[in-house]
């Protein structure tokens, strides 16, 4: 049952406009496709006392997403996916993801969207993926040797009249190795980048027999976060690395005699969340407060972030797939 809550005032919390004018900067709302997506601030809640300076990212905000931000109080849910797509005509409890929005509102929990505008964000979603098969993310550790391969970059999809600074922005991209890599080695880097998953799905031609295909080598990828079918359908390179393919999708791909590699829709967005954004966020966080502080000579508990504000990644959020081996009675 909802009840109705007091709120201590009608205004927007400071930590709200601080997390989101960070998360603007970060992945700024023109760079999303305006074509299908709906990014931005979807719920916008007054400010209520007792809730925390904490953030919490998610890929999706499902229930028990929902759940997890309520129970620790944060003040903000980003969430990559939007819970919102479409125009709302009604807000009943009945609807799961109206109902977690109900509640979160009552909660004083906003929710704010950036989608594609991660996508397409230098340094965003696709290059951190880009950085995967290339072995860019391990370049300045021990494992360099072993991991990186030379390389170009390229966007698959330019951004048309991005912001200054963001030219460079664009959605999907094509790495072109200097020397062929063999597609085991690029299976094991996806298995590692991706917070270690326990399977991916490999297409390749149905002429390499058993025993061989680990050691096709690649030399070119087309790489897609999410569903990834209709951006890397065309391209002319050796390997397409995706969240999803349709089965025609990948049955196309490998009689023109590509590799596919899957991962399942979100465990190609998942990692990034701890691996990048949340570093990137803490950090713009902390800038922005400093620059408050030195502009307004004021305290941090005045910005609306005080000494122990957090951003925290989702415990609970994960693909709704899941891969069961033969044998496996419990999970």
Known sequence: MLLLVEADEFTTPNIELSVIASVRKLYPESLADKSFDNTGLLLEVPHRSGQKN???????????????????????????????????????????????????????????SPHTAVDAAPGG?????????????????????????????????????????????????????????KLHVLKERIHLGLNELPGLSVAVPQSIPNGEKGNIEISSIGICAGSGGSMLGGLDVDLLFTGELSHHEALAAIEQGKCCITAFHSNTERAFLQTRMRPALLSELEKMVEEQEIEDMTDRDQVGLDGDFEVSVSTVDGDPFEIITRGQTSW
């Not at 905000?61 to 931000?69: F, P, S, Y």
């Not at 409890?93 to 929990?109: H, K, P």
């Not at 860019?136 to 951004?159: L, M």
């Not at 959605?171 to 020397?179: A, D, K, M």
């Open 54 to 112: 904490s953030v919490l990212l998610t890929i999706d905000l499902t229930k028990a997403v929902a759940d997890e931000a309520i129970a620790r109080r944060d003040s903000v849910i980003i969430t990559y996916h939007p819970i919102i797509f479409r125009g709302l005509k009604s807000l009943k409890l009945g609807n799961s993801q109206q109902n977690s929005l109900l509640r979160l509102a009552q909660e004083g929990i906003s929710v704010y």
């Open 125 to 181: 979603l696709n290059d951190f993926l880009a950085d995967i098969v290339t072995g860019e993310r391990w370049r300045n550790t021990e494992h360099a040797a072993n991991y990186f391969s030379p390389n170009t970059r390229d966007v698959i999809t330019q951004i048309k009249d991005a912001p200054a600074g963001l030219e460079k922005a664009g959605y999907g991209r094509i790495v072109r190795f200097y020397n062929p890599v």
